[in-house]
């Protein structure tokens, strides 16, 4: 077992410089939405800029769309609250969900999805430190653009006055793996930043759109 030490940057991810606006003055929701939707969508393209390369890498050359269909679940998220399949769109009775609670509310358990997801990649990427594997580097460029949508999402909560409402999840004591598995297991992490990330931009672009209809 072991217990990875240094900062745990979900907790501060804007660097203790959360909800600060040089302007002074609260953003607008649509200004906040449409900043977590750019950075989330920059996040998403990191991603799926190497994801058949690495599938393939690990798979002896299975496409991604073959490998998520022998891995069909997620390994960090319940499906009730990640409801969509890779690469596909979010199921609309959970956009009606949605719409039952307050924007707060909704980014408050989005940064809680962003902190497992956090702890996972982070994870990876400490482990890859030694063996120093082919796609360690992308790794890092996923954990990089996962802490820059980590402090818009909260930043905007804090900017709604609800950052006290944030619960904070501890880094686990990492259990060691079979070496066997080690490469399924960054896959399916892998695959559920993507799902994630997929998640993400198709629910802000969901509440830009409610923000539009409102006037």
Known sequence: MTAPTGNMFWIEPCGGHVGENPSGERRTDAEMLETIRVITERALNTAKSF?????????????VEQTDKDFPDSKLFNPQDVPNKLNEPVPSSHFDRLSEKTLAENLIKQYDHLQTLAIAVEGVVDDQESSRPKFAENYKSLLNTLKQVMCEVHSAISELGYEGQIQHKERPIRQPQDVSYKSIYNWLIYRDYILLMQYLKQTTEFFLAALEKQG
């Not at 994801?51 to 496409?63: I, M, S």
């Open 51 to 63: 994801d058949e390369a690495y599938t393939q890498h690990l798979f002896n050359g299975r496409t």
